[in-house]
């Protein structure tokens, strides 16, 4: 596990595209895995300034989202897809977007052929991840197994209410989701998660820190042959071997920064 502290979200964010960025250039036909939710928007955003500005090219990138409310169609407003438009590819096309099907009628059937879709793909090359209050990844609750593929999962009250600035009140966030599992996440390649603020600082511990769990599924993350994790200081607060994370990392040769 490589794990870096940035002095803030900003800082985080733009080694998170770089780590993107690095993948793009020199993989131009990668698969990569998305996220959405408030993290990644700034990771999104210099994505966007990269292409615009430096020419970076995602017309041969793939990808495949994580997640997508059930029940909401592409064109409803808080839909993931509608999200994905906004951030990223209304203004940087790639040559195929995957998400979950939010209005699937045989969700078992489209959760079957999102892997399928995945494995004819060759595979994840990079995961992006965000980290749930919850120690959720994907929408994979506590409880989660860590052998899950993509599937349909209920929210938690927490992960509604944490959700719920987007939609007005926690009963207007849909309680069904479908998500890719933690063994679907655990194939890629690359895992990169980010985790910002005061509010993530309990569940980045436990999942990084803490013993292999179902109740904190970020924790399975531990085992994956090759983890980022970007972090700001306040995320980053509860952990007890910090200053060893920042020395390790303040010592590596620039080709293994991600600046
Ligand atoms: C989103 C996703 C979720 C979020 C997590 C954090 O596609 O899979 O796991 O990454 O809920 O959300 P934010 O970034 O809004 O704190």
Redesign the pocket.
């Known amino acids: 596990m490589e794990l870096v502290i940035k002095k803030d979200a900003g800082e985080g964010a733009l080694s998170a595209a770089a780590v993107l960025a690095r993948l793009v250039s020199q993989k131009p036909e990668c698969v990569l895995g998305l996220?959405?939710?408030?993290?990644?928007v700034p990771v999104y955003r210099e994505l966007v300034r990269r292409h615009q500005e430096e020419g970076l090219d995602f017309s041969r990138v793939t990808s495949f989202?994580?997640?997508e409310y059930l029940g909401l169609g592409p064109e409803h407003p808080q839909s993931?897809a509608a999200y994905m438009r906004e951030h990223l590819f209304d203004k940087v096309p790639v040559r195929a977007a995957h998400l979950p099907d939010g209005l699937a009628r045989d969700v078992p059937g489209f959760c079957a052929e999102y892997e399928d879709r995945i494995r004819r793909s060759g595979g994840i090359d990079l995961q992006l991840?965000?980290?749930?209050?919850d120690g959720?990844?994907?929408?994979n609750e506590p409880g989660s197994s860590l052998a899950s593929r993509t599937r349909i999962k209920t929210l938690t009250e927490r992960?509604r209410k944490?959700?719920a600035r987007y939609f007005g009140s926690p009963g207007e966030v849909p309680k069904h989701v479908l998500?890719m599992g933690v063994g679907t996440i655990m194939d890629s390649r690359h895992c990169l998660l980010l985790a910002f603020g005061e509010k993530?600082a309990k569940a980045v511990a436990e999942a990084f820190e803490g013993p292999v769990s179902h109740m904190v599924p970020a924790s399975a993350l531990q085992w994956h042959p090759q983890l980022t994790v970007i972090l700001d200081e306040a995320a980053a607060s509860h952990l007890t071997r910090a200053d060893y994370y920042r020395w390790v990392y303040d010592r590596k040769p620039d080709w293994q920064r991600w600046e």
């Open positions: 996220a959405t939710g408030g993290t990644p989202n994580l997640d993931y991840l965000g980290l749930g209050s959720h990844i994907g929408f992960t944490d959700n998500t993530k």
